[in-house]
């Protein structure tokens, strides 16, 4: 293979074969974002049905080259870490594909359509979305998981904002900054636990020193939600004509809702999310079967009520409501709507596990961690490699496990306390995850709420204030202690 003449030179630099020069490592980097920013301008909001998935196997692709060609990274050590990440990820893609069947089965049951009826007579445009972000907070808060909050409340409130003539956008916003401020304060919350187990640090201890950064941020972004609601809201055009569409086409009902209240219980147990999910799916489908037969029947084109149960879980439905808007909004992608999200999780995973497999990841954060030089560098620094991670790995859960293993060390030889390293791991990696196009995080919420992550993204407030308040603590160093 004829190798350029800049990468023998960095090559020749006397460092380990494993890990390249970081001029050489942030090369995938480049030529992924370069690759991606062309697919975003060509396809737009489709670019997450193809043109990512090849922008990230071309990323991976440079990464294997270099290390095979360069440096004599043998081809089995890739294909073993790849492997290893995809499985480490397997939950993760069957967790996808039931809330795909919850929100298929959840709508067509009349669930998610009762929800809505009851909720766009009860809720004011002015106050929506500053009460959208505190509901989302609150079952976060209970279930743990900002996934489950998102797939079933967000999916209903969604609904509730279009018909009240909110923009889905900031809809989408303020669901998503009240799912994950519940989820980072959450004693059940996988990533809580992570975060505070990666660096050892107690886990309350862990939440209760999150709350000093958490808390300002989410007053600070309910305030806007209230001010952007105040200012903007003129709805309740649509209301009258919904009510009588939903009414009209399914069996509102507030039987439904024992539904998502069982599905409370199963949370409030801390019964685990895949089996949560798979359940609540088929609690909805014998609903469906007693309440909304009819509905069945549509979905199916037959008189069979199993083949249209069959369908609902596992493909898209459309059901005429008589209203086009309508129709659009109860719609729903079943099983076979996640796969272009499980596709696009596979491809970044074999980008992260080549960039980890490589060295490169490794070579970039010695340089970041080379120029930590006080309080203020070294928390900027974790939350700049945290975020970093989650745009190179695409995944929430090995950009904690890398930030914590990289700055570890660090922090303990300056002797700060561990809490700080843990906190700051959630306030970068946890919270921006959702703000990544191609991050198993943003990839699932888009899908779910059929809003695009960079539609949403100006909008979650919570998310793009997390990282920078926590760089304000640090700067003013409140309840920053080293170790005595």
């Known amino acids: 293979m004829a190798v350029p003449f800049f990468l023998r030179t960095f ?23 370069g ?61 996808l594909l039931c809330v795909g069947m919850l929100s298929g089965s959840w709508m067509i049951s009349g669930i998610v359509p009762t929800l809505i009826y009851y909720g766009v007579q009860i809720m004011s445009p002015q106050f929506f979305l500053v009460s959208a972000c505190v509901i989302c907070a609150i079952v976060s808060l209970l279930s743990g998981s900002s996934w489950t909050t998102i797939a079933t409340i967000g999916v209903a409130l969604l609904g509730i904002g279009h018909a009240l003539g909110v923009s889905e956008a900031w809809t989408a916003g303020a669901i998503i900054s009240g799912a994950y401020f519940g989820d980072k304060l959450s004693p059940l919350s996988d990533t809580t636990i992570l975060a505070s187990s990666a660096t050892g640090t107690d886990l309350f201890v862990h939440i209760r ?46 039987w439904t809702l024992l539904v998502p209240l069982l599905t409370g219980v199963l949370i409030a147990r801390r019964v685990p999310s895949l089996i949560v999910l798979f359940v609540s799916s088929v609690m909805a489908g014998v609903v469906a079967l007693l309440l909304q037969p009819h509905v069945l029947c549509e979905v199916a084109g037959s008189d069979s009520l199993t083949r249209g149960l069959a369908m609902t879980y596992y493909g898209p439905t459309a059901v005429d409501t008589g209203d086009a808007s309508l129709n659009d909004l109860i719609s729903t992608g079943g099983m076979a709507g996640m796969l272009n999200t499980i596709w696009l999780i596979l491809c970044a995973m074999c980008f992260g596990a080549a960039m980890v497999a490589s060295g490169m990841i490794e070579s970039l954060t010695r340089v970041i961690v080379h120029w930590i030089r006080n309080r203020v560098s070294l928390v900027s620094s974790t939350v700049g490699t945290g975020i970093f991670l989650n745009v190179t790995t695409g995944d929430q859960f090995i950009s904690i496990v890398l930030t914590a293993d990289i700055f570890k060390e660090v922090y303990d030889k ?17 919270v921006t995850s959702v703000l990544i196009p191609w991050n198993t995080c943003g990839m699932t919420q888009a899908a779910v709420l059929g809003v695009p992550t960079l539609v949403y993204l100006p909008y979650c407030f919570f998310n793009l204030f997390s990282p920078l308040m926590s760089i304000v603590m640090a700067m003013l160093g409140w309840k920053i202690k080293k170790r005595t």
């Open 209 to 254: 020193y999150m709350m000093l950064t958490t808390i300002p941020t989410f007053a600070v972004s309910l305030v806007i939600f209230l001010v952007a609601g105040i200012d903007g809201g003129e709805g309740n055009v649509q209301v009258d004509r919904y009510t009588e569409g939903l009414s009209r086409t399914f069996n509102i009902s507030l």
């Open 11 to 33: 090559a020749a630099v006397n460092k380990p074969p494993s890990i390249p020069h970081p001029l050489v490592a942030v090369v995938p980097v480049v030529v992924l974002i």
């Open 414 to 430: 300056q002797g700060y306390e561990t809490r700080l390293l843990s906190r700051t791991c959630e306030d970068a990696a946890t």
């Open 35 to 95: 690759f991606l920013a062309v697919v975003i301008t060509l396809f737009g909001s489709d670019s997450l049905s193809g043109g990512s998935q090849i922008a990230l196997l071309m990323g991976m692709a440079v990464c294997v080259c270099i290390s095979m060609g360069v440096y004599r990274v043998p081809w089995r050590i890739f294909e073993q870490r790849i492997k290893h990440t995809i499985g480490e990820v397997s939950i993760t893609l069957l967790i």
